[in-house]
């Protein structure tokens, strides 16, 4: 068995799939051109026939982005095939993904189809995706809950019409790792041509046990690993990229099997999508919650303090924590800033260096030491908003005790400028209303929340929150040293998405 692991990364298929997240075009480029960076084998850009939106955010990601295989999901029907391959073909390395479910509760209830019917199914499909393209992945959905020999059928078809990757899903996430291992074994030893082709895994996490199967599976013969950056996906989520690489990465004597990631690049994945989806990580999350790496019980420290080996499994250099970079001050120039945001990744047009020139000159007034954790997040506040968003030009607001809480808000739009005044229960709830209406939209806010980017006390405030317009649930997310302006940019955040869309 080769000791190599592919990672196949769906952060902009699956991970984009639950509320609120709904990424534009730039912003999906933008995840793909940093998963890239970060050495994936394949990215799943996204599911083309289900959006011109998202047919366009995989074309451009096929057309710009470079190295890994670029992916796309259609439903094993012609019409989806087809948009798939329109979407990918300009790829340098495209694959088409097809799936179709072969659990009886999915075949019988969701399709209402026969067992024979999905088999002829699956053969067209693969037969058809075939004919745009060399390298297939078909997927048999629900392959957990599904007939063992009734799975090693539609496999072995799969694999006779030309599909180049197997893929099992644990789509419901029910399954234990024993007996996700002993399917992958068995299916190894009952499927004849499986050993030929590329035996892949896609485990969601209803159970918690994402990681735990996919791991399973890769001791039991899959070279192949589906996951999301953050563990982001429908539901519960996918096992999480980060976690399956730095396993294999830390117990490499143990299990002996390797992947092509930079690991180094991981943190500041890890943080783009975040900010980008406006999924917050939570503090302990493994590898890449804010508390991964942190020690604070006094016992622990005065450990790491005789030899960090004593509390620290993982060098937190290894997946690029670098101790807080005192990068500019508020002395250096454009072009110093410019150089450092490209060497950072970042190539900005004019208008949006100017903005996030701006706003690093007054962060750099109010804290001594900017990091590159700061210059991401505003970044990330100031290049994603579409050409057809309302800017925050600035804002005022009176509260305090025994004061009708009052804001004025002055947004713009295509060099329009608004301005309303609002009241509200407070400062915040006050300025949003004041946007409401500018903007003339009913919001009903689902969740609301404050933290902060770095630790220090002059820190970026970062808000985060969740909005129901109409149909649609949307997150928003924003930055600032002042907490009502990082509110009022979550807030703008949000509603750009639906005002965009429109
Ligand atoms: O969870 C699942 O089964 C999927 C397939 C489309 C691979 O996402
Ligand atoms: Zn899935």
Redesign the pocket.
């Known amino acids: 068995m080769s000791e190599r692991v592919y990672i196949f990364d ?1 952060t902009l298929r ?1 991970g984009e799939q639950p509320p609120g997240i709904s990424l534009n075009v730039r912003e999906k480029l933008e995840i793909a051109e940093q998963l890239a960076r970060l050495e994936v084998d394949v990215i799943e850009a996204g599911f083309p026939i289900t959006s011109p939106g998202d047919f366009e955010a995989v074309k451009t990601v096929a057309q710009k982005v470079r190295g890994p295989v670029i992916t796309a ?1 259609a439903r094993a029907v012609d019409q989806d095939i087809d948009r798939a391959w329109e979407a990918i073909r300009e790829a340098e390395r495209p694959r088409i ?1 097809t ?1 179709i479910a072969t659990s009886d509760i999915h075949i019988e209830r969701k399709l209402k189809k026969t067992r024979d019917e999905v088999l002829r199914m699956t053969e067209a499909a693969v037969r058809r995706a075939k004919g745009h393209c060399p390298d297939v992945e078909f ?1 048999p ?2 392959a957990t809950r599904s007939d063992f020999d009734y799975l090693c059928k539609v496999v072995e078809v799969a694999i006779e019409s030309g599909a180049t990757v197997i ?1 099992i ?1 644990d ?1 419901v996430g029910y399954a234990l790792p024993d007996e996700f291992g002993k399917l992958i074994r068995d299916l190894k030893n009952a499927v004849k041509g499986l050993n030929e082709v590329i035996l892949s895994v ?1 485990c ?1 996490n209803d159970l918690g046990l994402a990681v735990a199967n996919s791991l399973e599976a890769v001791v039991n013969g899959a070279n192949q690993v ?1 996951c999301t950056v953050n563990g982001l996906g ?1 539901r519960a989520g996918n096992a999480a990229l980060e976690e399956i690489v730095m396993i294999l990465d830390t117990r490499y004597r143990s299990l002996g099997r390797v992947t092509g990631i930079k690991t180094e690049e991981i943190t500041r994945t890890s943080r783009l999508v975040s900010y980008l989806t406006g999924y917050p990580v939570q503090f302990n999350k493994a590898i890449v919650g804010a508390n991964a790496f942190a020690h604070s019980s006094g016992i622990h420290t005065d450990g790491m303090l005789k030899d960090k080996t004593t509390y620290e499994i993982m060098n937190p250099q290894r997946v690029g924590l670098a101790q807080c970079r005192l990068i500019l001050g508020k002395t250096s120039g454009r072009h110093v800033f410019r150089r450092h945001l490209e060497d950072l990744g970042y190539t900005l047009n004019d208008e949006e260096f100017e903005r996030t020139f701006a706003r690093f000159k007054t962060l750099a007034d109010k804290k001594p030491q900017v990091t590159d954790e700061d210059l991401e997040a505003i970044i990330a506040d100031e290049i994603y908003v579409g050409e057809e968003a309302y800017r925050l030009e600035n804002f005022t607001v009176s509260c305090g005790t025994g004061i009708t809480p009052q804001a004025t808000v002055r947004l713009s739009k295509n060099g329009e400028v608004f301005e309303e005044t609002a009241t509200g229960d407070g400062p915040v709830d006050a300025a949003f209303k004041a946007v409401d209406k500018t903007i003339g939209l009913k919001t009903n806010l689902l969740s609301f929340s404050i933290g902060a980017v770095t630790g220090e006390k002059e820190a970026l405030g970062e808000a985060n929150l969740q909005l129901e317009i109409g149909e649609r649930r949307v997150s928003g997310r924003g930055v600032s040293t002042d907490i009502i302006e990082a509110s009022l940019r979550a807030y703008l955040n949000a509603l750009n998405k639906v005002v965009s869309d429109r």
Do not use: I
């Open positions: 769906t699956d999901l993904h799936f997927s959905e629900d893929n899903p789509t896609h969601h589906e429908e």
